[in-house]
């Protein structure tokens, strides 16, 4: 098992410019999650989902959108990025029922110029 | 938005010291989590807390769930290089809850030198 996957590592915008993040996991979890990690911040909430199709907002969506069209697959974007949007994106996956864990991707690096 | 104090932000210590950092929230938390994130990848879980008081160990690792669930700590004894990363805590307030979302500590950045 791959775990939990994200596409690019890493990305240099301008600002205006848009973008997507893909995020993978094959462990069958319903849950996924996108994360922003700044220095000082520890990890805010973007966005979830709790199924197929569904999302949710989190601590931080502003000037994000996402979609859940598979279950396997989490997208994260940005239509019009800002230089406050330079930061390491993690998604995570995780169950539903049962335990917390939440099993993190490698993260995406992006600087918005 | 909502996030957890840990104290200390940093650490700098010589390899086989003993290490301690706790978290600590005004809201009552049923689920206590610690991460460790390496430099360059996402947090792995080390150890889940489920029930106040509860102490739990993962080999050198050991953290206990606060009584007043406000509150976690994590010791880490006879410290190694590779121990140096990020250490997070993570509080959960509705145990099975639609969502289960995590709220997040401000990071415990530990340094070892061997």
């Known amino acids: 098992n791959a775990g939990v996957t994200q596409t690019p590592k890493f990305r240099v915008l301008k600002t205006g410019q848009s973008m997507t993040l893909l995020c993978a996991q094959d462990?069958?979890?319903?849950?996924m999650y996108w994360y922003r990690q700044d220095p000082g911040m520890g990890l805010r909430l973007i966005h979830y989902s709790v199924g197929e199709g569904t999302t949710a907002k989190g601590e931080v969506p502003d000037g994000y959108n996402v979609s859940r069209l598979k279950k396997q697959n989490f997208l994260l974007g940005l239509e019009s990025a800002a230089p406050s949007q330079t930061s390491v994106y993690f998604c995570?996956?995780?169950?539903?029922?049962?335990?917390?864990?939440?099993?993190f991707g490698p993260g995406t690096r992006l600087t918005v110029l | 938005g909502q996030q957890l104090n840990q104290s200390p932000q940093s650490m700098f210590i010589q390899e086989g010291e003993d290490v301690s950092m706790n978290c600590t929230s005004s809201s009552i938390f049923n689920t206590w989590l610690w991460y460790k994130q390496d430099p360059g990848e996402g947090p792995v879980l080390l150890i889940a807390?489920?029930?106040?008081?509860e102490l739990t160990s993962n080999g050198r690792l050991t953290a206990q769930f606060g009584i007043t669930r406000k509150d976690s700590f994590l010791n880490i004894s006879a410290s190694i290089p590779s121990d140096v990363g990020i250490y997070f805590c993570?509080?959960?307030?509705?145990?099975?809850?639609?969502?289960?979302?995590?709220?997040f500590g401000t990071g415990t950045l530990l340094a070892v030198q061997p």
């Open positions: 807390l489920y029930k106040a008081g």
């Open positions: 462990m069958n979890h319903e849950y």
């Open positions: 993570a509080g959960r307030m509705n145990y099975g809850g639609a969502t289960n979302k995590l709220i």
């Open positions: 995570a996956s995780s169950y539903s029922r049962g335990g917390n864990e939440q099993f």
